[in-house]
């Protein structure tokens, strides 16, 4: 059984530009869930995906986006980046959206906005 | 005020003591609490969950419910070295995924 599996692991970019992050879920789960975490904060809730379905989102702007394919994984996309975007994106994984299942998360990728 | 608090300390014990760390929560219709783990550089790591009023306990670690009073704990016994880190208190509200998480409590284990 594997784990969450995220790319990059790290990552620099510059105001404006825009960034995709990767997650692969945990053998079995069908839910996917991204977290923010800034420097000395707990995560923070961006968005979770069912079933290639967006069914619950977080206090994030409309440019941070999402997608989850037939295979489980997902992305999390941010246009226009923004200096505070600077964090370690968290992915996790779960077995399903419905309830309250516990979340592994993935090693994070760690995005530097410059 | 937060919805998730704890102290971020950092909360320093002696090797081989119990280490207890708090956390309170706002919202009274909250289901599910988890303690997290997280070592510096690192990804959060579940160490346990608990559901209903009480005790739970697994290994060294116990953690404690009281919807009452809102809040939830964790006691680290015999405490290790290698327990240093930051636990995080994460709150699941109203079904679905969702997590609330505090800041985190570092603690410190001291030989």
């Known amino acids: 059984e594997t784990g969450v599996t995220q790319s990059p692991t790290h990552l620099i970019k510059t105001r404006g530009q825009q960034v995709t992050l990767r997650c692969s879920s945990q053998?079995?789960?069908?839910?996917v869930s991204w977290y923010q975490q800034a420097l000395g904060q707990g995560p923070q809730f961006i968005f979770q995906?069912?079933?290639?379905?967006?069914?619950g989102r977080g206090n994030f702007p409309p440019r941070f986006s999402g997608l989850q394919f037939p295979n489980y994984s997902s992305e999390l996309n941010v246009n226009a980046l923004e200096l505070d975007d600077s964090a370690l994106y968290l992915c996790a994984s779960s077995l399903d959206g419905s309830g309250a299942n516990v979340l592994t998360f993935g090693a994070g990728s760690r995005l530097t906005v410059l | 005020q937060k919805e998730v608090e704890q102290n971020s300390g950092p909360l320093s014990v002696p090797e081989g003591a119990i280490a207890s760390l708090n956390c309170t929560y706002s919202d009274r219709g909250s289901q599910s609490f988890f303690w997290y783990r997280q070592y510096s550089g690192k990804s959060p790591e579940l160490i346990m969950f608990i559901y209903s009023n009480g005790d739970k306990e697994d290994g060294r670690f116990t953690a404690q419910l009281n919807k009452a009073s809102q809040y939830v704990s964790l006691l680290i016994r015999d405490s290790q070295p290698s327990d240093s880190a930051t636990y995080l208190c994460?709150?699941?509200?109203?079904?679905?995924?969702?997590?609330?998480f505090g800041t985190g409590t570092q603690l410190k284990v001291e030989l």
């Open positions: 053998s079995g789960h069908n839910t």
């Open positions: 994460a709150v699941n509200t109203g079904g679905g995924n969702k997590l609330t």
């Open positions: 995906y069912y079933r290639e379905e967006e069914n």
